[in-house]
């Protein structure tokens, strides 16, 4: 058996089996079983109704549902990143997620959680003051500069997204010469560049929906196996997004099954995490892929 140390994201061999395991809180979790991020939001304005929590009895009501239906780990976002969202403030932002936080370590102190944020001061706030475990940037850097080099320092998971533009005008006709080349390219330098910086842990998404249309979209489902040449895991997040309800000419409410359909593509593509709003069908999607894949 070997471990190779070069970023805590591990290949451990054991027989004819790869595990791979990322750094959470001081603890081995293993990528090789799909993991289910279960979203909660403390926002008024999230493009799904089902997923706005703001009073504390919602927010812990969300947080319980995400571990009992099987989630692995809570991501806890107060910056509604939908197209054209409202921009708040840091102050804002920073009030949402205390508030959240708070709550979640008195009731629920062993919980996962990642935080869904741009904001550098209030990765570092989340992480010293609340031991969140895991950054989520919807950005990878590109909305505060100082993103990266925080997030290095903190020593914890990074998930750096791919976007094109910003929430406010991302969705106002993206373009690209080659969209699975250009986000390639993207992660090339994001990912070198958390590498010179000493990161350990880093996870990227391809970021379906943001500064991209519905043909952007599955050219990028289609090829998703393309994003195992980093020896990175991979986040999918397509729960119940236009890409979805767009394509079957319904809504965000109706797009479960949908969603379900692409998690499972998800899964037998390469993704290590799913983050959804539904959890119960998506670790029933992990555990059926499990028994197909891992199992046989």
Excluded: W
Excluded at 3 to 24: P, T, W
Excluded at 61 to 72: L, V
Excluded at 95 to 114: D, F, G, H, Q
Excluded at 143 to 149: A, H, T
Aim: aromatic share 6%; hydrophobic share 40%.
């Amino acid at each position: 058996m070997y471990v190779h140390l070069q970023h805590h994201y591990a290949s451990i061999e054991m027989g004819n089996k790869i595990a791979k395991y990322i750094n959470v809180n001081g603890n081995l979790m293993d990528l090789e079983h799909p993991r289910v991020m279960g979203i909660l939001n403390v926002t008024p304005d999230s493009f799904y109704a089902g997923s706005r929590k703001q009073s504390e009895e919602d927010i812990l009501q969300r947080a319980r549902q995400i571990i009992e239906e099987g989630g692995d780990i809570i991501d806890i976002g107060a910056y509604s990143s939908r197209p054209d969202a409202k921009h708040i403030s840091t102050e804002e932002e920073t009030s949402r997620l205390r508030k959240a936080l708070t709550l979640l370590n008195r009731e629920m102190p062993e919980v996962v959680i990642s935080v869904d944020t741009f904001r550098s001061d209030i990765a570092k706030m989340c992480v010293e003051e609340y031991g969140v475990a895991i950054v989520n940037d919807i950005s990878a850097g590109n909305m505060d500069k100082n993103m990266m080099p925080t997030v290095a320092k903190l020593g914890v998971p990074y998930v750096m997204t791919h976007i094109k533009g910003t929430p406010q005008d991302m969705q106002k006709k993206p373009e690209y010469d080659n969209v699975l080349k250009d986000v390639m390219y993207y992660f090339s330098e994001k990912v070198q560049k958390m590498r010179d910086l000493g990161a350990k842990d880093i996870i990227i998404d391809p970021g379906f929906g943001f500064g991209k249309t519905v043909e952007h979209n599955y050219i990028l489902m289609n090829k998703l196996e393309e994003f195992r040449i980093f020896d990175l895991p991979i986040l999918v997040g397509i729960s119940r997004k236009s890409m979805i309800y767009r394509l079957l000419s319904n809504t965000p409410e109706d797009a479960l099954n949908g969603t379900t359909v692409l998690n499972t593509i998800s899964l037998m593509k390469g993704a290590n995490i799913l983050r959804v709003h539904d959890v119960k069908e998506a670790c029933e999607a992990v555990k059926i892929y499990c028994k197909l894949i891992i199992n046989s």
